[in-house]
């Protein structure tokens, strides 16, 4: 059973930073490297949102208001998926959700909270 497990949230000031970490349990490595990975964010009153995007390839794609803010990148070995944040605004506030997309699953990570106060 493959699980994943988000990591890393927290409050954290204004220009500070944070890396979430989401970990994929259980799979293996095989389907892990062919993975589409995705770090989604869902704010207190707004939609669920894509935030960055890791491709099977290693193309990324980043929404327009945290490029050259957020990295995103993975771990085959450790199967993990990360996310580095910097320079948070207040706007960054939100439930962050780690989706991995392969040939065997759609799967969602339960959600980390990361809390800029403004």
């Known amino acids: 059973q493959v699980r994943l497990v988000e990591s890393g949230g927290g409050l954290v000031q204004a220009g500070g930073s944070l890396r979430l970490s989401c970990k994929a349990s259980?799979?293996?490595?095989?389907?892990?490297?062919?993975?589409?990975m995705e770090w989604y964010r869902q704010g207190p009153a707004n939609a669920r949102e894509l935030v960055a995007r890791?491709?099977?390839?290693?193309?990324?794609d980043y929404k327009d208001s945290v490029k050259g803010r957020f990295t995103i990148s993975k771990d085959n070995v450790k199967r993990t998926v990360d996310l580095q944040m910097n320079n948070l605004k207040s706007e960054d506030t939100g439930v962050y959700y780690c989706h991995i997309k392969t040939y065997a699953r759609d799967q969602w990570g339960q959600g980390t909270q990361v809390t800029i106060p403004s």
């Open positions: 259980g799979m293996i490595l095989s389907e892990f490297s062919g993975a589409d």
């Open positions: 890791l491709d099977s390839d290693r193309v990324t």
